[in-house]
């Protein structure tokens, strides 16, 4: 375990940075993770780098931020503003490989918008 650790969690636009804070290199804190807005941990650092309690605060935040992830996926899905659902249905259909896409369009045909949100949710949850 590492003595000279200090976490340091600061908010960038596109995830969590994780910065051990008591070291410097290339003088910027020494990056340890990203956390994404989905809850998907990324370490750049051995497992026993990182403090145990430390450890603990990185994973809850990664949970907190995949609850959230899922709870706003269902309001925007549950959403009567017109944009909102069609946003997010198009970002859902962004995830899906080819070869599922074709599957999804064999599956689509005649099924409401609901519907079709529904098939994209879970798959769109697993690669986010």
């Given at each position: 375990?590492?003595?000279?650790?200090?976490?340091?969690?600061?908010?960038?636009?596109?995830?969590?940075?994780?910065?051990?804070?008591?070291?410097?290199?290339?003088?910027?804190?020494?990056?340890?993770?990203?956390?994404?807005?989905?809850?998907?941990?990324?370490?750049?650092?051995?497992?026993?780098?990182?403090?145990?309690?430390?450890r603990k605060k990185i994973e809850n935040l990664a949970k907190n931020n995949r609850?959230?992830?899922?709870?706003?996926?269902?309001?925007?899905?549950?959403?009567?503003?017109?944009?909102?659902?069609?946003?997010?249905?198009?970002?859902?259909?962004?995830?899906?490989?080819?070869?599922?896409?074709?599957?999804?369009?064999?599956?689509?045909?005649?099924?409401?918008?609901?519907?079709?949100?529904?098939?994209?949710?879970?798959?769109?949850?697993?690669?986010?």
């Amino acid at each position: 375990m590492n003595k000279n650790f200090k976490l340091g969690i600061f908010k960038f636009p596109g995830c969590y940075v994780i910065c051990n804070t008591a070291v410097t290199k290339n003088h910027d804190y020494k990056t340890v993770a990203h956390v994404s807005f989905a809850g998907n941990i990324k370490y750049f650092v051995a497992e026993d780098y990182i403090p145990i309690e430390d450890r603990k605060k990185i994973e809850n935040l990664a949970k907190n931020n995949r609850e959230k992830f899922i709870d706003d996926l269902e309001e925007q899905i549950k959403s009567n503003d017109c944009y909102v659902k069609w946003k997010i249905y198009d970002r859902m259909l962004d995830c899906l490989p080819i070869s599922e896409y074709a599957d999804y369009i064999k599956y689509s045909d005649g099924k409401s918008i609901d519907e079709k949100m529904e098939y994209l949710k879970e798959k769109y949850i697993a690669r986010n």
